[in-house]
Every structure is written in structure tokens, then in C-alpha cells.
């Protein structure tokens, strides 16, 4: 059976060190219908004959991934993100289970398109905070306290489980079961436009003096939770884009004035 919503989802490996991980999570993509793997600033040679070998039949998936050099590279384009992590972190931004955030990457009606990436970190520190920030949900697979960390070609082999899953519920529920009526939702803004937002908030809350330098960083990831939760479409976005461009010029006129 074909699941259609599969071929819409990136898996993101952050700096990935072994070359054996880094096959056998094409060979876990391929066994689980995934096919898109995106390899930010891999520590390794993704074409090695390690790498391949441990691939076996999914060296398709291995030859056909995309390399890049910044995890924002990686997501560009995408409306919907969830980062994996093995820490439990002392911010607001709750940790989801896989089995609730993962069907989220996933369309749910045929014809619809929802660009989304599920992101692994490096082997030996996971993501850090500044890279879990780029995502718009963080899952934690559980685990025993005495050896919570999974290696990472294991991570991606059980999160590539359940969203082949959730997907394979939905193609083998849905022909049976009666359509709830929903009010019509557009798509997310896309990463690239969020970020844009993001960068013009900063400058201008520093601007202003809400922000200093040193505390930039904090607020600003909580200011992104806030958005995230929110959801904004590209027209909201443009609209909120649009508020901050007006205060701008309000400022500098202020202090023309002055």
C-alpha cells in the first residue's frame, strides 16, 4: 500500500558521526515508506561503503539525500516541525509523545500538501536549545531513567514506525468512517517566512529597548512558542509583518521629531 502523506515528511539528521547510523536510517525510511533525508553538516561520508552497506535496500534513500549546511537550510519550505530530544528541559515548551505530535506532520485530506520535517540531533548532544527553537513541537521517546538515550538510527527507526502507523490508520480508517465537518484551515507559513518574522521582531523589540543583547535569546524563544501555538498562515503572517513595519517607521519618525 502507497501512504501518499509519507512522501511529504524530511527526515533531518543534525550532524550525524557514523556512517553506520546514517544507513541504516535510510534502510528504516525505506522499510517504513519514508523517502525524503535531508544530512545537515554530516560528520561523515554519507557515501561510504559503511554507510551503504548498513542501507541494504534502501540505498536509494541514502544516494537521492540532500546535503546541507544549516539545520534552517534543511527546513526551508516546511509549514510544520518536530524535533526529537532525550533531555528534559526546563522550559515552558512541553515535551509531546511521539504517537501525539508525529501524526501532526501528516496531511489529512488526499490532495493536500503539508511540507514537514521530523529532526534527529547528533549523536553525542542531541539538539541544542538554539536548534530545538526552529521546531514547532519536541517529542521525547520514553524510556528508563537508568539509559534514557536511544543511538540514533534507533530513534529514527521508532518515530519512522509510528508515522508510518498513524498513516496507515488513516488510509485503512478513513474510506469507513463518516467526515467530521471542520471549518476549512489553510497552510502554515512556511519556516522561511516565519524566521523573516522572527529576525524583523528582534531588531525592532531591540530597537525599541524591550530586548537587550543578553536576554535576546530567552525571549525570543518564548516569544516563537507563543507564535507556534498560534499557527499562523502566510496571510496572518504578512499582516503581523506588516504591524512591525508600521511601528518601525513610527519609532524613526519619533526620533526624527525629537
Not at 533531518?12 to 525510511?29: D, F, K, Q, T, Y
Amino acid at each position: 500500500m502507497t501512504l501518499w502523506q509519507l512522501d511529504q515528511v524530511r527526515i533531518v539528521l543534525v550532524e550525524p558521526a557514523g556512517p553506520l547510523n546514517v544507513g541504516a536510517a535510510a534502510r528504516v525510511m525505506k522499510n517504513m515508506g519514508l523517502a525524503q533525508l535531508v544530512l545537515v553538516n554530516p560528520h561523515c561520508d554519507p557515501t561510504s561503503e559503511e554507510a551503504r552497506r548498513m542501507a541494504v535496500h534502501g540505498g536509494d534513500v541514502l544516494a537521492a539525500a540532500t546535503i546541507v549546511s544549516t539545520l534552517p537550510d534543511a527546513l526551508a519550505g516546511c509549514e510544520r516541525t518536530v524535533a526529537t530530544t532525550g533531555r528534559l528541559h526546563p522550559q515552558a515548551q512541553p515535551l509531546d509523545s511521539p504517537e501525539t505530535a508525529l501524526p501532526w506532520l501528516l496531511p489529512t485530506e488526499p490532495g493536500d500538501r503539508v511540507n514537514a520535517a521530523l529532526v534527529f540531533g547528533p549523536e553525542d548532544r542531541g539538539l541544542s536549545n538554539e536548534e530545538l527553537v526552529f521546531a514547532q513541537r519536541w517529542v521525547r521517546i520514553p524510556a528508563t531513567d537508568a539509559y534514557p538515550s536511544l543511538n540514533l538510527a534507533q530513534a529514527v527507526a521508532v518515530c519512522s514506525y509510528l508515522l508510518h502507523r498513524a498513516a496507515l490508520s488513516a488510509a485503512l480508517i478513513e474510506p469507513f468512517a463518516p467526515r467530521a465537518v471542520a471549518a476549512p484551515a489553510g497552510p502554515l507559513a512556511p519556516f522561511d517566512q516565519m524566521e523573516g518574522f522572527y529576525r524583523d521582531l528582534e531588531s525592532l523589540l531591540l530597537k525599541i529597548g524591550y530586548l537587550y543583547p543578553h536576554t535576546a535569546p530567552s525571549r525570543m524563544a518564548k516569544l516563537r512558542r507563543l507564535l507556534h501555538r498560534a499557527g499562523p498562515d502566510s496571510q496572518e503572517l504578512a499582516m503581523l509583518r506588516g504591524v512591525l513595519r508600521q511601528v518601525n517607521w513610527a519609532t524613526d519618525r519619533c526620533s526624527q521629531q525629537d
